[in-house]
């Protein structure tokens, strides 16, 4: 793994032990932009690159923020962890995850920032609006049977589990253990959450997909579900045996 720090000092300003964190995985037409419009917004962010092959990384090298990355393709709950531990060698309290594609706006930043103040111990969610615009089918059926499957699991209820704009405690991602790491750590750390007596918190955001034909997405139809599907099927019977969830403190 390949790190290039700037001063964290120079980081850590308004609001103070927070950061932005892209995940990036072949998203090089998309990450500069998305790097920019996030520095706008906040002068603390880290780029975690997962393997890219593209010539992504590239297009972010005159750019002021903190990049980390991965030797290989791990994964995206592998790039949020390994952005959780550089967060916390920096000082940072708190990270905002946000996608490299395009479809979160950095401008609902500050939405995250609200609610993390209002309870620096919730992992915030980011409730994407499907009632407008062009929305793949596939994303409003996944995310139903997501928020099913962590009701049942948690008694929670969310609008969007699988969203990936999130507000996240680092000591939370530190401590939580965590197994997964693709898309399905983003279900995981939910459920263990709840259970380890973290809140969870929504904020509504607003959302943009390009076309199909447009559109770059790593989620693997097959593989990706069958992990979500074991995934649930571990926790839903964790859920049900009468045994303590550890707590953090």
């Known amino acids: 793994m390949s790190t290039s720090i700037r001063n964290p000092q120079s980081a850590i300003r308004n609001p103070p032990g927070l950061i932005i964190v892209i995940p990036v ?6 990450l500069r932009a998305v790097v920019e419009k996030a520095l706008q917004v906040h002068d603390a962010v880290m780029v975690v690159d997962d393997g890219s092959t593209d010539g992504g990384w590239e297009t972010i090298l005159d750019l002021d923020v903190h990049r980390v990355r991965h030797p290989h393709n791990f994964g995206k709950g592998a790039a949020i962890l ?5 967060a916390e060698k920096l000082g940072m309290t708190h990270m905002v995850t946000l996608d490299a594609d395009g479809q979160h ?26 009632e407008t615009g062009y929305v793949p089918s596939g994303s409003r059926i996944g995310r139903r049977i997501s928020n099913f499957w962590l009701w049942v699991q948690t008694g929670r209820l969310l609008g969007d589990t699988q969203s990936g704009y999130r507000g996240y405690p680092v000591w939370v991602l530190n401590a939580l253990k965590l197994r997964e790491r693709h898309y399905a750590l983003e279900n995981e750390v939910l459920a263990k959450g709840a259970w380890a ?31 979500l599907s074991f995934l649930n099927a571990r926790l839903t019977l964790r859920a049900i045996i009468p045994w303590p969830h550890r707590k953090l403190p």
Do not use: Q
């Open 82 to 86: 390994t952005a959780a531990r550089e």
């Open 25 to 30: 995985y072949n998203h090089g037409e998309t």
């Open 105 to 130: 706006d950095p401008k609902d930043f500050h939405l995250f920032v609200s609610a993390m103040n209002r309870n620096p111990r919730a992992i915030v969610v980011g409730k994407r609006n499907f």
């Open 197 to 227: 007596g973290i809140e969870l918190l929504e904020v509504d955001i607003s959302t943009f997909y390009p076309a199909d034909e447009e559109r770059v997405s790593h989620f693997h139809l097959f593989n990706d579900n069958v992990r």
